[in-house]
């Protein structure tokens, strides 16, 4: 059914997914460390304090739908967040490419 460069192709949609989602978890890491807040929980807006929705924080989609604003305040989101989400997630492609080369 799938060729093997379909194959390769989801296997690299997956490694930037995953990718994504572990650059997410670095800006809950060195946003919230340095304040010595907890690792758990649910993230909120830095400027009004609302939780941000689910479908509010999906990596690099929600930031982009939100035009890079909180919903609840329209406090500008720091474009670091999909930055770091977007380099990991291609760090991965790479990583994925080259051993899918091998
Ligand atoms: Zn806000």
């Given at each position: 059914?799938?060729?093997?460069?379909?194959?390769?192709?989801?296997?690299?949609?997956?490694?930037?997914?995953?990718?994504?989602?572990?650059?997410?978890?670095?800006?809950?890491?060195?946003?919230?460390?340095?304040?010595?807040?907890?690792?758990?929980?649910?993230?909120?807006?830095?400027?009004?304090?609302?939780?941000?929705?689910?479908?509010?924080?999906?990596?690099?989609?929600?930031?982009?739908?939100?035009?890079?604003?909180?919903?609840?305040?329209?406090?500008?989101?720091?474009?670091?967040?999909?930055a770091?989400?977007?380099?990991?997630?291609?760090?991965?492609?790479?990583?994925?490419?080259?051993?899918?080369a091998?």
């Open positions: 059914m799938f060729g093997s460069a379909a194959i390769d192709c989801l296997i690299l949609v997956f490694a930037f997914v995953l990718g994504v989602c572990l650059g997410s978890f670095l800006n809950v890491v060195v946003t919230r460390r340095p304040a010595g807040e907890s690792m758990g929980g649910r993230s909120k807006c830095r400027s009004c304090g609302h939780q941000i929705r689910l479908r509010d924080n999906i990596p690099v989609i929600s930031w982009l739908a939100l035009g890079g604003k909180c919903r609840d305040c329209k406090a500008p989101i720091s474009w670091r967040y999909p770091i989400e977007l380099t990991t997630g291609l760090i991965f492609v790479a990583i994925g490419a080259v051993l899918l091998l």
